[in-house]
Every structure is written in structure tokens, then in C-alpha cells.
């Protein structure tokens, strides 16, 4: 009797994965493959999602013949994907112009016109959302109208990277609730595009996918991609955003916080309302209808990490040792030296788009190994005033955290965060949180298994926990403190500095 599997494919922005489960719950046959994202100006991030979608073809093709010559049968595909990149597209799912990352700044004038249409509590009771230059694709979609009007009037639909994807595979599209509540146009209360936001910013509903449940069975994969990925009529679920799908393979009760560390850094609380949502946060539905999810988002920690070894630990050997060899070489309080940890602009806490990354304290008895641990405890106060509101305005105060991600396997930066945020961190080896959310997603709507079933996986797996150190918890609240100032002291400088010509 063959084995049965679901093809799960995560796509994040520091590259794609994919793997298949059987019906034991087993992740296999894991592959990887990149792609490169695009500057084409300063503030400018852009993806080519044919680039993607080619990638993507490749893993499935290769996941779907594994699966055979194991003897196996493909029963489903799902899609994990980074929220959001805004994508124009014509009627047969192909993209019109390059991607818009949630990273790009270019419409900030977009954002500043949106929030004169309409009262900002007007817009947040709608969305549960700033609104912001790119991490509210509505700002990348009116840009787009006012740059690019010859492709937005070609536009047959518009959606993010996941709606694309899907779109190629099964010619349907949609978009589920998880990434359409960071578009600005959906109600995230009652599951429904705005009728309100899309006439108050003139944007025609036609334009719109369809909204669908994360675990809904889309379409089948198209006959004519047979060929170009193994497999024909296949059923396609929906899937979800990425932190969404990690909360999912996690099953993170209501009233529960975890951190997941990757090019970003997000605590992320699961809640059963919308009641006590956090302007400082980004809100959206959870893949479960009924809860929501709360995500204190830093937006390039793990990025600066890898920027730092990148650029200047040549020779050091992998980033995984000097990461941790060189921070264990500096003092707490790296010497005197400070991290802004604002590489690309930031969101939570400080929402500011002009903001860039910075090191103050620098002297000529400087090393590394104090600019390798500044980054680290930069990262970690940025963390803590996250961990403050979730404190302050939620009324929570996690005794243990757990963390996902490939940050979270960084033992010195566990330490130092531990102490920081004054909360013992557990780290999980369950790999692949996304991409195994997908395949749960896919499993359980393919009648594979059950959401029970999903609890039993998670609980294997090796587990670590990192907890505050008593004798230097002190000093780093005196630190924290001192970082608190930094911010505010060079604002203006950020704002001025952003109207200069490059």
C-alpha cells in the first residue's frame, strides 16, 4: 500500500524550503533553494516573483519525484510565504512588474495620503493596523497606481507573493485571512475586505483576490504544469503567512507568547479577541478562526547579524562560531559600545521608516568582538521594550519564552536576551516551523490526519532553556535604560538625513 504525502513550500525572504509529511507526521525529503532580492534605489526592496515561481516549480518537481520512487502519492500541496510583497497581475497569474516588499519605503507618501482619507482610529477599528509605507501593501498597490498606471490598468487582480503562487499553480485567486490582514483593506474583526477602506482610497473590490480560509483546498494544480512540477491534479490549500503557519505547528494556546528569530525578530501572542490590540504591534487573524495574533516585530536583528558577519568577519570561520566566540570576548556593555539595530527602517516599537542602523560609543581601544556583542545586546534591548507593552498593555509576563528560529540557536544572544527581557528562553529543535504549519495545513485538509494529531507531533523534539543571570541582571537594566535614550536622540537627525540627495 503506498505511503501518502503533502508537499509543504516555504517561501521567506532569506530563500525558499520545501519537504514533504507522510501520514506518521514526518517531515522528509527536505530541499532548499535561493533567490535574490532587489535594491533598485535607496528604500527600495523588490522580489522577481518569476524568479520565485521558477524555484518553486524546482522543489515541487523534485519533493513529487521522491515521493515516488519512495512509493509514495502526493495528496496535496500548501504554501507558507513572507508577508507581504504587493504584486500586479494579468489574467493568467503572470506578474506585471517586480514585487514590493514589506521592507520598501516608497510609499511613504501613499501612507501619509491614506491617514488623511480617514481618522486613524477610524482606519485602526477597520484593519487593527497602522499604517505604514510598504508593511501595508495598500501603500505598494496606490503607489503603483501613481507610478506605474499603464501596468495597474492592465491589472487583472492584485495580491501579495502568496496569491501569485497560487494563481500560477491552480489559476484561481486568492489570498487567505492571515496576509490579507496587512493589506489595509480588510476587516480583520469579520473576515471580509473594507467596502470603507477600498472607496475612501478609490480601489475597486475587482481588483481584489478572493479571501480564503488558510486551510481551504483552492484549486488543483493546472494540467499543463504536469511536465514542470511531476504532479497533475493536485489539490492546492491555501496555506498561510509564515509566522502565522510557525504559530499553527507550534499550537500556541490563546494567552501565549513565543519569539520566532530570523531575518527579523517578532514576539508574537496568540489571543481569542481583538479587543487589547497594541497600535506599536501588527495585528492579524491567526489561521484559526477565532484567535488573532499579536506581533511585536523588529524588522532586520537576525539581518544585521548576518550584514555584520558578512561584511567583516572574513576569515573568522562559520557565523555560528564567531557569533559566539567573538561576543563572549567582550564585556556586558560591549565596551561602551551601542547598536540601533535599525537596519531598514523599523517597526515595532518606534514605526519609523527613516531610521537606519547605528553604532555610538566607538574608541580606538574598540574590537570586534565589542561590535559583535553591541549587535547582539542592541537586538535584545530592542526585544525588551517589546516585552515591556506585551508587560504594560497586555498584562502578560511570560515566565519562559519559547523561541524558533535560526537566531534562537545562537547560545550567547539566548543569554543575553534571557537577562534582558528578565525571561528564561526555551529553545525548541522543531525545524522548519513554517514549512511544517504548510504541511499541517495541507495534511489535515487532505484528511490525513487530524488537528489532534498535530499536538503529538510537537512533542518530541530537544529542548534547551536559557535563564536570566542574576549577577549581571542589574547592570543591563541600567544599559537598557541608557539604550532607551538613543533613539529619541538622533530622530531628527534620521528625518533630516532621509531629504538629503544621494
Same mark, same amino acid.
Request: charged content about 20%; proline content about 4%; overall charge negative.
Given at each position: 500500500?503506498?505511503?501518502?504525502?503533502?508537499?509543504?513550500?516555504? =517561501?521567506?525572504?532569506?530563500?525558499?524550503?520545501?519537504?514533504?509529511?507522510?501520514?506518521?507526521?514526518?517531515?522528509?525529503?527536505?530541499?532548499? &533553494?535561493?533567490?535574490?532580492?532587489?535594491?533598485?534605489?535607496?528604500?527600495?526592496?523588490?522580489?522577481?516573483?518569476?524568479?520565485?515561481?521558477?524555484?518553486?516549480?524546482?522543489?515541487?518537481?523534485?519533493?513529487?519525484?521522491?515521493?515516488?520512487?519512495?512509493?509514495?502519492?502526493?495528496?496535496?500541496?500548501?504554501?507558507?510565504?513572507?508577508?507581504?510583497?504587493?504584486?500586479?497581475?494579468?489574467?493568467?497569474?503572470?506578474?506585471?512588474?517586480?514585487?514590493?516588499?514589506?521592507?520598501?519605503?516608497?510609499?511613504?507618501?501613499?501612507?501619509?495620503?491614506?491617514?488623511?482619507?480617514?481618522?486613524?482610529?477610524?482606519? %485602526?477599528?477597520?484593519?487593527?493596523?497602522?499604517?505604514?509605507?510598504?508593511?501595508?501593501?495598500?501603500?505598494?498597490?496606490?503607489?503603483?497606481?501613481?507610478?506605474?498606471?499603464?501596468?495597474?490598468?492592465?491589472?487583472?487582480?492584485?495580491?501579495?507573493?502568496?496569491?501569485?503562487? =497560487?494563481?500560477?499553480?491552480?489559476?484561481? %485567486?486568492?489570498?487567505?485571512?492571515?496576509? &490579507?490582514?496587512?493589506?489595509?483593506?480588510?476587516?480583520?474583526?469579520?473576515?471580509?475586505?473594507?467596502?470603507?477602506?477600498?472607496?475612501?482610497?478609490g480601489v475597486d473590490q475587482s481588483l481584489l483576490p478572493?479571501?480564503?480560509?488558510?486551510?481551504?483546498? =483552492?484549486?488543483?494544480?493546472?494540467?499543463?504544469?504536469?511536465?514542470?512540477?511531476?504532479?497533475?491534479?493536485?489539490?492546492?490549500?491555501?496555506?498561510?503567512?509564515?509566522t502565522a503557519s510557525s504559530a499553527y505547528a507550534l499550537?500556541?494556546?490563546?494567552?501565549?507568547?513565543?519569539?520566532?528569530?530570523?531575518?527579523?525578530?517578532?514576539?508574537?501572542?496568540?489571543?481569542?479577541?481583538?479587543?487589547?490590540?497594541?497600535?506599536?504591534?501588527?495585528?492579524?487573524?491567526?489561521?484559526?478562526?477565532?484567535?488573532?495574533?499579536?506581533?511585536?516585530?523588529?524588522?532586520?536583528?537576525?539581518?544585521?547579524v548576518q550584514w555584520f558577519y558578512n561584511e567583516f568577519?572574513?576569515?573568522?570561520?562559520?557565523?555560528?562560531?564567531?557569533?559566539?566566540?567573538?561576543?563572549?570576548?567582550?564585556?556586558?556593555?560591549?565596551?561602551?559600545?551601542?547598536?540601533?539595530?535599525?537596519?531598514?527602517?523599523?517597526?515595532?516599537?518606534?514605526?519609523?521608516?527613516?531610521?537606519?542602523?547605528?553604532?555610538?560609543?566607538?574608541?580606538?581601544?574598540?574590537?570586534?568582538?565589542?561590535?559583535?556583542?553591541?549587535?547582539?545586546?542592541?537586538?535584545?534591548?530592542?526585544?525588551?521594550?517589546?516585552?515591556?507593552?506585551?508587560?504594560?498593555?497586555?498584562?502578560?509576563?511570560?515566565?519562559?519564552?519559547? &523561541?524558533?528560529?535560526?537566531?534562537?540557536?545562537?547560545?550567547?544572544?539566548?543569554?543575553?536576551?534571557?537577562?534582558?527581557?528578565?525571561?528564561?528562553?526555551?529553545?525548541?529543535?522543531?525545524?522548519?516551523?513554517?514549512?511544517?504549519?504548510?504541511?499541517?495545513?495541507?495534511?489535515?485538509? &487532505?484528511?490525513?490526519?487530524?488537528?489532534?494529531?498535530?499536538?503529538?507531533?510537537?512533542?518530541?523534539?530537544?529542548?534547551?532553556?536559557?535563564?536570566?543571570?542574576?549577577?549581571?541582571?542589574?547592570?543591563?537594566?541600567?544599559?537598557?535604560?541608557?539604550?532607551?535614550?538613543?533613539?529619541?536622540?538622533?530622530?531628527?537627525?534620521?528625518?533630516?538625513?532621509?531629504?538629503?540627495?544621494?
Amino acid at each position: 500500500m503506498k505511503m501518502s504525502y503533502v508537499i509543504g513550500i516555504d =517561501v521567506g525572504t532569506s530563500g525558499i524550503k520545501a519537504g514533504a509529511m507522510n501520514e506518521e507526521g514526518k517531515l522528509c525529503f527536505l530541499s532548499r &533553494a535561493s533567490y535574490k532580492l532587489h535594491y533598485p534605489f535607496p528604500g527600495g526592496v523588490e522580489i522577481d516573483p518569476g524568479e520565485i515561481w521558477d524555484q518553486v516549480c524546482v522543489l515541487i518537481h523534485r519533493t513529487a519525484m521522491e515521493i515516488r520512487s519512495a512509493g509514495g502519492a502526493v495528496l496535496a500541496i500548501s504554501l507558507s510565504t513572507f508577508c507581504n510583497a504587493s504584486i500586479l497581475m494579468d489574467q493568467d497569474g503572470n506578474h506585471l512588474a517586480n514585487g514590493i516588499l514589506y521592507m520598501d519605503k516608497r510609499s511613504k507618501r501613499e501612507a501619509e495620503w491614506i491617514a488623511s482619507k480617514l481618522p486613524e482610529d477610524r482606519i %485602526f477599528s477597520i484593519t487593527c493596523n497602522r499604517v505604514e509605507p510598504g508593511m501595508t501593501s495598500a501603500t505598494s498597490l496606490l503607489w503603483a497606481r501613481t507610478h506605474q498606471p499603464q501596468l495597474y490598468a492592465q491589472a487583472f487582480k492584485w495580491g501579495h507573493l502568496s496569491t501569485y503562487l =497560487v494563481a500560477k499553480l491552480t489559476g484561481r %485567486f486568492t489570498i487567505d485571512w492571515t496576509h &490579507a490582514s496587512f493589506t489595509g483593506l480588510f476587516d480583520v474583526a469579520n473576515y471580509t475586505w473594507s467596502a470603507d477602506m477600498c472607496s475612501a482610497l478609490g480601489v475597486d473590490q475587482s481588483l481584489l483576490p478572493d479571501i480564503v480560509e488558510p486551510a481551504a483546498a =483552492v484549486g488543483e494544480t493546472l494540467e499543463s504544469l504536469a511536465a514542470v512540477i511531476g504532479v497533475s491534479h493536485i489539490p492546492v490549500i491555501a496555506g498561510a503567512a509564515d509566522t502565522a503557519s510557525s504559530a499553527y505547528a507550534l499550537g500556541i494556546p490563546c494567552g501565549e507568547v513565543f519569539e520566532s528569530v530570523g531575518t527579523s525578530d517578532v514576539l508574537t501572542l496568540v489571543s481569542d479577541s481583538t479587543d487589547r490590540f497594541d497600535r506599536r504591534f501588527l495585528n492579524r487573524c491567526h489561521v484559526i478562526r477565532g484567535q488573532w495574533l499579536s506581533h511585536g516585530a523588529m524588522s532586520t536583528p537576525g539581518a544585521a547579524v548576518q550584514w555584520f558577519y558578512n561584511e567583516f568577519l572574513e576569515g573568522e570561520g562559520s557565523m555560528q562560531d564567531a557569533l559566539v566566540r567573538l561576543p563572549e570576548q567582550s564585556p556586558i556593555g560591549s565596551g561602551g559600545v551601542f547598536f540601533l539595530p535599525y537596519m531598514h527602517g523599523e517597526r515595532s516599537p518606534i514605526w519609523d521608516p527613516d531610521a537606519r542602523g547605528l553604532f555610538i560609543g566607538l574608541s580606538l581601544s574598540t574590537r570586534k568582538a565589542d561590535m559583535a556583542r553591541a549587535i547582539l545586546e542592541g537586538c535584545s534591548f530592542g526585544m525588551r521594550q517589546l516585552m515591556d507593552i506585551l508587560r504594560e498593555e497586555y498584562h502578560l509576563s511570560p515566565s519562559v519564552l519559547t &523561541a524558533i528560529g535560526g537566531g534562537s540557536q545562537n547560545v550567547v544572544w539566548n543569554g543575553i536576551k534571557a537577562t534582558v527581557m528578565r525571561t528564561s528562553i526555551e529553545t525548541r529543535q522543531i525545524g522548519e516551523t513554517a514549512l511544517l504549519g504548510a504541511c499541517f495545513l495541507a495534511g489535515v485538509a &487532505a484528511g490525513l490526519f487530524s488537528t489532534a494529531d498535530i499536538a503529538l507531533c510537537n512533542r518530541g523534539g530537544e529542548r534547551r532553556r536559557f535563564t536570566p543571570d542574576a549577577g549581571s541582571a542589574a547592570a543591563y537594566d541600567d544599559l537598557y535604560h541608557l539604550f532607551q535614550t538613543l533613539y529619541p536622540a538622533v530622530k531628527d537627525f534620521y528625518k533630516k538625513a532621509a531629504c538629503q540627495p544621494l
